[in-house]
């Protein structure tokens, strides 16, 4: 296992995402494999995103593209996970980066930190599946 991916990061930062998803990958995490991942937003309805694994470290690193679908033009940009472990906990470092405008970064800023402030609950929310 690689550490979480996409799709964990999605559900921690959605407890509904996990209700309402369509992911798909065409050989799972490796370095050129594809996933594709849509869900319901309350606000934005349904959006999707897709993106290829570009580095994969087991329970050490995990880099991917990320492209929103249907913005125009369509951009990808990088996200690098990297995990360190110390003792029980483990250190989660993201850099998300590429971003066309200080509008879009300070975006997925604001995501991003949301989905952290869920990281804590997600894996009690998850005990028993």
């Not at 407890?15 to 319901?40: F, H, I, M």
């Not at 483990?90 to 402030?117: K, M, Q, Y």
Request: proline share 7%; net charge negative.
């Amino acid at each position: 296992m690689a550490g979480p991916g996409p799709t964990t990061v999605c559900r921690a930062a959605d407890p509904q995402y996990a209700r309402e998803r369509d992911e798909r990958s065409d050989d799972g995490a490796r370095p050129g494999g594809a996933y594709r991942l849509t869900t319901v937003h309350p606000h934005a309805g349904t959006i999707a995103l897709h993106g290829v694994y570009r580095e994969v470290v087991p329970q050490e690193r995990l880099a991917f593209t990320w492209c929103w679908e249907g913005e125009e033009p369509e951009r990808e940009t990088l996200v690098t996970i990297e995990l360190t472990s110390r003792g029980s906990e483990t250190d989660l470092i993201l850099r998300h980066v590429g971003f066309p405008t200080e509008s879009a970064r300070d975006d997925h800023v604001r995501g991003w930190t949301d989905c952290f402030d869920r990281l804590e609950v997600y894996p009690n929310a998850t005990e028993g599946e």
